[in-house]
């Protein structure tokens, strides 16, 4: 049993059984799975400042600064997000992928 700590996020993970060495991995989130809303009390939150917005067809696509990284996440429906503005997006701990220094899913 361990703790991961995610940098840019004031969460940390509780993973048992975890099969991860200590060390430096990269987390991996699909722009779709990014939500607005916290589901659940263990989703993790990634707030930001907004880049760009696209809009295409029915959804929008949000680029974010989250410290330092760019990320983007996929919305559906028009969105109403300027550039400079804060946002905060979920994902739920299952939806993440990691990746060891490699570049390896773990």
């Known amino acids: 049993e361990g703790v991961l700590s ?7 993970m509780l993973c048992k059984d975890s099969v991860l060495s200590e060390g430096n991995y990269t987390l991996g989130v699909r722009p779709y799975q990014l939500r607005e809303a916290r589901l ?3 989703d993790i939150e990634f707030a930001g400042s907004v880049t760009v917005t696209e809009l295409s067809g029915s959804e929008s696509f949000i680029h974010f ?5 760019p990320w983007v996440a996929l919305l559906h429906g028009i969105s109403e997000y ?6 905060r997006f979920y994902v739920d701990r299952q939806d993440c992928f990691m990746f060891d220094a ?3 899913v773990v």
């Not at 300027?82 to 946002?87: F, Y």
């Open 6 to 12: 995610l940098l840019g996020t004031s969460d940390e």
């Open 40 to 42: 659940r009390e263990s």
């Open 65 to 69: 600064d989250c410290k330092g990284e």
């Open 82 to 87: 300027k550039a400079g503005d804060t946002v």
């Open 102 to 104: 490699t570049g390896a």
